[in-house]
Antibody
Framework: QVQLVQSGAEVKKPGDSVKVSCVAS????????THWVRQAPGQRLEWMGW????????KYSQKFQGRVTITRDTSATTAYMELRSLRSEDTAVYYC????????WGQGTLVTVSS | DIVMTQTPLSSPVTLGQPASISCRSS???????????LSWLQQRPGQPPRLLIY???NRISGVPDRFTGSGAGTDFTLKISRVEAEDVGVYYC?????????FGGGTKVEIK
């Protein structure tokens, strides 16, 4: 069955970087887009960007442009999201999701940014 | 960016009664390929979102038929014909027609 398993919770200091992984299984990883979406406490879902499974092309939200990088390792069927220059407002649960319609989601990774 | 506006913010419903959620987009969600990439997601407390309906009205396998999506252009609706206890959570509309992907603010469905 389709599964997206994300890396564990992280605690970071302002100015640090974080890299979250999303291991995909149960489907052909390179056939689908992988989104990264975050949800700050009590807030709506916020799209950060995606990576095209076919060619590895990426698209980012303007809000995160320059601070986020989404990559993939096709041999490991894993997508990664790195966010740099962290600030307290980046405290959120980060999710990966498969396909344009976001039909399967990872369990979420809590990233806490605190001095 | 396309702004997605959901109403109501909260919907207290009696078990067995219907519920309806509206989602309005600031621009048409019809893609140049002819599809409308409007989805509905359910997020139960403490869980990740779960896709219920995609392209306006297509239910994902395993989603009960009491969930129905409808609409066109800029106006969309999710209806739950008879609310059950397991339907409690926050519902989001999402558009993937145009980058950036955007979400509605969420509608909390709770039992009266």
């Amino acid at each position: 069955q389709v599964q997206l398993v994300q890396s564990g919770a992280e605690v970071k200091k302002p100015g640090d970087s974080v890299k979250v992984s999303c291991v995909a299984s149960g489907y052909t990883f390179t056939s689908y887009v992988t989104h990264w979406v975050r949800q700050a406490p009590g807030q709506r879902l916020e799209w950060m960007g995606w990576i095209n499974g076919v060619n590895g092309n990426t698209k980012y939200s303007q809000k995160f442009q320059g601070r986020v990088t989404i990559t993939r390792d096709t041999s490991a069927t894993t997508a990664y999201m790195e966010l740099r220059s962290l600030r307290s407002e980046d405290t959120a649960v980060y999710y990966c999701a498969r396909s344009l319609q976001a039909d399967y989601w990872g369990q979420g990774t809590l990233v806490t940014v605190s001095s | 960016d396309i702004v997605m506006t959901q109403t109501p913010l909260s919907s207290p419903v009696t078990l067995g009664q219907p519920a309806s959620i509206s989602c309005r987009s600031s621009q048409s969600l019809v893609h140049s390929d002819g599809n409308t990439y409007l989805s509905w997601l359910q997020q139960r407390p403490g869980q990740p979102p779960r896709l219920l309906i995609y392209k306006i009205s297509n239910r994902i396998s395993g989603v009960p038929d009491r969930f129905t999506g409808s609409g066109a252009g800029t106006d969309f609706t999710l209806k739950i014909s008879r609310v059950e206890a397991e339907d409690v959570g926050v519902y989001y509309c999402m558009q993937a027609t145009q980058s950036p992907v955007t979400f509605g603010g969420g509608t909390k469905v709770e039992i009266k």
